[in-house]
């Protein structure tokens, strides 16, 4: 199946000061996207920006989907600057997607910042399992979805750096305290992981220390999201791996952090 | 209305002049959902070498307006593993296969072209000696006229196939280096590798990539790569692969004019999978408007 397609604006929604939802409506059916798998987006067809960039799946509507982002440099700017009838070119849906097995039945889900997109979905498609989300961001501000998970009923436990919500400090070291005051949660539980690069390195020693297994999705610049460029490695204990193709999931214990 | 796009290359002939260019296009595969290899002229490969390579630490590639740095390293399979796993996927098309090789030394860009020689289904070669990101004075290959006659006669006496030899652009004479791939006996030329550059983080002072250089693409280097293909064009009789910022059938066009006689699409491949097809598509209209019956007619004629 060509993966490449034309999708409308529907909607381009600004949700916090720098956060816009996204949604698009694919000019032809495509492949179910599932939580981890990402897409390529052009912003517009100029040459500067000239590549499409990556964006997770955030919300998968039936036929629609969502993308959450940040406006975080000039593709994202022009990207919020879209309106509802505005034509984009996608690639997608690409990369694997979180392996969550039957038998995983205590799950905890740990975002960080804009992390949350794709752990949303994860946490959309596995409402029906007992698992716990961890969320921090930098501020209260910064914190999305948070009605959303309500709906689905959950109640993340959330940290921010800045105290302005739940705890102060960073989510993995909260996610330390809830692991050493209660034993139960150490054992037979998988992790699932989004965010920053600062949390994911926290969040990689901390299940080597508590011998948690577990998965996180990462990101990294690419060129084409199809395999064909290199540029988008990262390290792990068999050698460089893309991003775009054996990732943007990968096992916690299987990336090398220089 | 009989439209001849063929393109001869040596002993061999493309049905278009429409080609992939190394390290753009994977393996082929890759880009099947989106293409129809079979309607490519050929495809050109990822750069093999003897053994696998890891390549260098990330980032790799950095944007700039217009363009991308990229400094991957030459990462590949090597050729074993392509013969093995690759190879046999491309071999269901009637199109040619162009494997991109390069070594560390002579001796070993001999061993690699006489393997890749004995090899059924690949239907000619194409050294790179101009990798930008490549240290130890690898540069030499491409740069120093003597050692570009030397490495290149030396693969000329254990292949058969047809020789492409992709020239560096970071000389102060391409035409002088375009000469000396032709008297080494290459039968074509690709015109050009990618412009070394340096992207730097203001905000931390660091470079953007590991590598701290990287080889710059994209249509920022389009009107660099014309005025040396033209150049090229000047000064040698063997056929000039054109390549660098095509993204358009327009662009195309452009290095003809200058003197191409095929096209490669590189990172015009990444911002749309389809873009060799379209490319293709418009250089068809663009001769039937302008009433050229044969591509050939195109390849130099620019009117200075």
Same mark, same amino acid.
């Given at each position: 199946m060509n993966r490449l397609f034309k999708a409308t604006v529907t909607d381009n929604k600004q949700i916090k000061k720098d956060h816009y939802l996204l949604t698009l409506h694919p000019f032809k059916k495509i492949n179910r996207p599932e939580p981890g798998n990402f897409f390529m987006l052009s912003v517009d067809s100029s040459l500067d920006p000239l590549l499409k960039r990556p964006f997770s799946m955030h919300r998968w509507l039936g036929f629609d989907f969502q993308i959450l982002y940040r406006v975080a440099g000039k593709g994202t700017g022009i990207l919020s600057k879209r309106r509802p009838g505005d034509l984009l070119d996608v690639v997608g849906p690409l990369g694997n997607k979180f392996p969550v097995a039957k038998t995983h039945d205590k799950i905890i889900l740990i975002a960080g910042g804009l992390g949350i997109a794709p752990i949303f979905s994860l946490a959309e498609k596995l409402k029906k399992n007992k698992h716990l989300l961890f969320y921090g961001a930098m501020t209260k501000e910064e914190l999305l979805c948070i009605d959303e998970l309500k709906s689905l009923g959950i109640e993340p436990v959330i940290a921010t750096d800045d105290g302005t919500l739940g705890y102060k400090g960073v989510i993995t070291d909260i996610l330390k305290k809830f692991l050493t005051q209660n034993s139960k949660l150490k054992t037979q539980n998988y992790l699932y992981a989004c965010g920053p690069k600062p949390m994911l390195m926290a969040l990689s020693l901390l299940a080597r220390k508590y011998d948690l297994k577990g998965y996180m999705a990462l990101e990294q610049n690419m060129a084409c999201g199809l395999g064909t460029c290199l540029g988008c490695v990262v390290n792990t204990v068999d050698g460089y791996k893309r991003v775009c193709k054996e990732g943007p999931v990968f096992r916690i214990e299987e990336i090398v952090w220089e | 209305m009989g439209m001849n796009l063929s393109v001869d290359l040596g002993k061999l002939k493309l049905q278009n002049p429409v080609m992939t260019a190394s390290g753009t296009f994977g393996y082929g595969k890759e880009y099947s959902e989106f293409v129809d290899l079979n309607k490519l002229g050929a495809i050109v490969v990822k750069g093999l070498s003897l053994k696998p390579r890891q390549g260098n630490p990330p980032p790799r590639i950095v944007e700039t307006p217009a363009g991308m740095l990229n400094a991957i390293g030459l990462q590949n399979i090597g050729i074993d593993n392509f013969i093995k796993k690759k190879l046999p996927f491309l071999k269901q098309f009637h199109i040619p296969v162009i494997v991109n090789f390069f070594g560390d030394s002579i001796s070993e860009y001999i061993k690699a072209a006489g393997k890749l020689n004995e090899t059924k289904g690949i239907h000619a070669l194409e050294m790179n000696i101009s990798c930008p990101n490549k240290q130890? %004075? $690898? @540069?030499?290959?491409?740069?120093?006229?003597? #050692?570009?006659?030397? #490495? =290149?006669?030396?693969?000329?006496? =254990?292949?058969? *196939?047809? *020789? +492409? =030899?992709? *020239?560096?652009?970071?000389?102060?004479?391409? @035409? *002088?280096?375009? !000469?000396?791939?032709?008297?080494?006996?290459?039968?074509?030329? @690709?015109?050009?590798?990618?412009?070394?550059?340096?992207?730097?983080?203001?905000? &931390?002072?660091?470079?953007?990539?590991?590598?701290? &250089? %990287?080889?710059? @693409? %994209?249509?920022? +280097?389009?009107?660099?790569?014309?005025?040396? =293909? $033209?150049?090229?064009? !000047?000064?040698?009789?063997?056929? +000039?692969?054109?390549? %660098?910022?095509? +993204?358009?059938?327009?662009?195309a066009i452009e290095f003809f004019l200058a003197g191409a006689s095929a096209i490669a699409v590189g990172t015009g491949n990444f911002i749309n999978p389809e873009a060799t097809m379209d490319i293709l598509e418009g250089i068809k209209s663009y001769m039937s408007a302008k009433g050229v019956k044969s591509l050939k007619k195109l390849t130099g004629a620019v009117r200075c």
């Amino acid at each position: 199946m060509n993966r490449l397609f034309k999708a409308t604006v529907t909607d381009n929604k600004q949700i916090k000061k720098d956060h816009y939802l996204l949604t698009l409506h694919p000019f032809k059916k495509i492949n179910r996207p599932e939580p981890g798998n990402f897409f390529m987006l052009s912003v517009d067809s100029s040459l500067d920006p000239l590549l499409k960039r990556p964006f997770s799946m955030h919300r998968w509507l039936g036929f629609d989907f969502q993308i959450l982002y940040r406006v975080a440099g000039k593709g994202t700017g022009i990207l919020s600057k879209r309106r509802p009838g505005d034509l984009l070119d996608v690639v997608g849906p690409l990369g694997n997607k979180f392996p969550v097995a039957k038998t995983h039945d205590k799950i905890i889900l740990i975002a960080g910042g804009l992390g949350i997109a794709p752990i949303f979905s994860l946490a959309e498609k596995l409402k029906k399992n007992k698992h716990l989300l961890f969320y921090g961001a930098m501020t209260k501000e910064e914190l999305l979805c948070i009605d959303e998970l309500k709906s689905l009923g959950i109640e993340p436990v959330i940290a921010t750096d800045d105290g302005t919500l739940g705890y102060k400090g960073v989510i993995t070291d909260i996610l330390k305290k809830f692991l050493t005051q209660n034993s139960k949660l150490k054992t037979q539980n998988y992790l699932y992981a989004c965010g920053p690069k600062p949390m994911l390195m926290a969040l990689s020693l901390l299940a080597r220390k508590y011998d948690l297994k577990g998965y996180m999705a990462l990101e990294q610049n690419m060129a084409c999201g199809l395999g064909t460029c290199l540029g988008c490695v990262v390290n792990t204990v068999d050698g460089y791996k893309r991003v775009c193709k054996e990732g943007p999931v990968f096992r916690i214990e299987e990336i090398v952090w220089e | 209305m009989g439209m001849n796009l063929s393109v001869d290359l040596g002993k061999l002939k493309l049905q278009n002049p429409v080609m992939t260019a190394s390290g753009t296009f994977g393996y082929g595969k890759e880009y099947s959902e989106f293409v129809d290899l079979n309607k490519l002229g050929a495809i050109v490969v990822k750069g093999l070498s003897l053994k696998p390579r890891q390549g260098n630490p990330p980032p790799r590639i950095v944007e700039t307006p217009a363009g991308m740095l990229n400094a991957i390293g030459l990462q590949n399979i090597g050729i074993d593993n392509f013969i093995k796993k690759k190879l046999p996927f491309l071999k269901q098309f009637h199109i040619p296969v162009i494997v991109n090789f390069f070594g560390d030394s002579i001796s070993e860009y001999i061993k690699a072209a006489g393997k890749l020689n004995e090899t059924k289904g690949i239907h000619a070669l194409e050294m790179n000696i101009s990798c930008p990101n490549k240290q130890e %004075g $690898w @540069s030499i290959f491409g740069t120093d006229p003597k #050692v570009t006659f030397k #490495v =290149v006669s030396e693969v000329r006496k =254990v292949t058969d *196939l047809t *020789l +492409i =030899v992709k *020239l560096s652009p970071n000389v102060t004479d391409i @035409s *002088l280096m375009a !000469k000396t791939a032709e008297d080494a006996g290459a039968d074509a030329i @690709s015109v050009i590798n990618t412009l070394t550059g340096m992207a730097i983080d203001i905000k &931390t002072g660091k470079p953007k990539l590991a590598n701290i &250089t %990287g080889g710059l @693409s %994209g249509p920022a +280097i389009k009107p660099v790569a014309v005025r040396m =293909v $033209w150049e090229c064009y !000047k000064t040698v009789r063997i056929p +000039i692969i054109g390549m %660098g910022g095509i +993204i358009s059938a327009e662009d195309a066009i452009e290095f003809f004019l200058a003197g191409a006689s095929a096209i490669a699409v590189g990172t015009g491949n990444f911002i749309n999978p389809e873009a060799t097809m379209d490319i293709l598509e418009g250089i068809k209209s663009y001769m039937s408007a302008k009433g050229v019956k044969s591509l050939k007619k195109l390849t130099g004629a620019v009117r200075c």
